[in-house]
């Protein structure tokens, strides 16, 4: 487990009183949550808690029915269009499956971001895009390979690379080694570690994996009733008397996860 870092005064994303509701169906009620500037935050729950959900509310892609969001110390449900693009420019996501566009080439997709929002040239980008697949571990000859001519490790990290072209503050990933085998995971988490580490980006992690959330995640915030249940170090959670919680954590699975970690 890695060693959590003390940003008690300097949350990145603060949401307040969050609603989310599908017509008589409500997700989400009053949810409370900071991330630290610089956190690995792992987010878990049961099936139908919202885990998507509250990703894609912060990240602008769905508007809560009520409530705050703020990033960067600004209201984000409040700015103009102009501005909550700037800000979102702050962000990169890797989408479950790696989203790529299978019409365009690896290199392509990763200099797509850099093209419309940096406004560089096609070289200028292809540069840029290069040395962000380097950084991601992918050799160079993948490069030139469609999204489908690779396997789902190389998928993973060529979506990585493309989440990473602005250079972001702020990573969002759901479920970024669903699919993957033991090894590809192992190694997907180390690199997302390494490359926080040496970058100092903050991430937003939603993932099933315990192997992930004891190997790379300074806390764990558990989704249950409604609400985050529990945002803490992965030690104090497991610690949690909800019903899911110790099922979750303290079940066979858990218990080797947490005996691989130590």
């Known amino acids: 487990m890695v060693e959590a870092a003390d940003h008690s005064s300097n949350h990145i994303i603060q949401v307040r009183r969050l609603v989310n509701q599908f017509g008589k169906h409500v997700v989400h009620q009053g949810l409370e949550l900071d991330v630290r500037k610089g956190e690995i935050l792992g987010v878990v729950g049961g099936s139908g808690?919202?885990?998507?959900?509250?990703?894609?509310?912060?990240?602008?892609?769905?508007?809560?029915?009520?409530?705050?969001?703020?990033?960067?110390?600004?209201?984000?449900?409040?700015?103009?269009?102009?501005?909550?693009?700037?800000?979102?420019?702050?962000?990169?996501?890797?989408?479950?499956?790696?989203?790529?566009?299978s019409s365009l080439t690896v290199i392509e997709n990763i200099c797509l971001p850099l093209i419309e929002h940096k406004n560089l040239s096609r070289p200028q980008a292809e540069q840029i895009a290069a040395m962000k697949l380097a950084l991601v571990g992918l050799p160079s000859n993948a490069a030139t390979k469609y999204p489908s001519e690779l396997s789902g490790g190389m998928v993973k990290r060529a979506a990585l690379a493309r989440a990473m072209a602005l250079d972001p503050d702020i990573l969002f990933l759901d479920e970024p080694?669903?699919?993957?085998?033991?090894?590809?995971?192992?190694?997907?988490?180390?690199?997302?570690?390494?490359?926080?580490?040496?970058?100092?980006?903050?991430?937003?992690?939603?993932?099933?994996?315990?192997?992930?959330?004891?190997?790379?995640?300074?806390?764990?915030?558990?989704?249950?009733?409604?609400?985050?249940?529990?945002?803490?170090?992965?030690?104090?959670?497991?610690?949690?008397?909800?019903?899911?919680?110790?099922?979750?954590?303290?079940?066979?699975?858990?218990?080797?996860?947490?005996?691989?970690?130590?």
Not at 189 to 200: H, K, P, S, V
Request: with cysteine.
């Open 49 to 101: 808690t919202g885990k998507s959900v509250l990703l894609r509310s912060i990240v602008g892609l769905r508007r809560p029915t009520s409530g705050q969001v703020r990033v960067f110390g600004e209201n984000i449900l409040e700015l103009s269009d102009e501005r909550r693009s700037q800000i979102e420019r702050r962000f990169g996501v890797l989408f479950q499956a790696g989203a790529l566009f």
């Open 177 to 262: 080694t669903a699919g993957l085998d033991p090894i590809s995971a192992a190694a997907f988490d180390n690199l997302l570690l390494t490359l926080r580490n040496a970058l100092g980006f903050t991430v937003f992690l939603v993932t099933h994996d315990l192997d992930t959330l004891y190997t790379i995640c300074d806390r764990v915030g558990v989704l249950a009733e409604k609400r985050m249940l529990v945002c803490d170090t992965l030690e104090n959670v497991a610690q949690h008397p909800n019903d899911w919680i110790q099922a979750y954590f303290n079940g066979p699975r858990g218990r080797a996860a947490q005996h691989t970690a130590t």
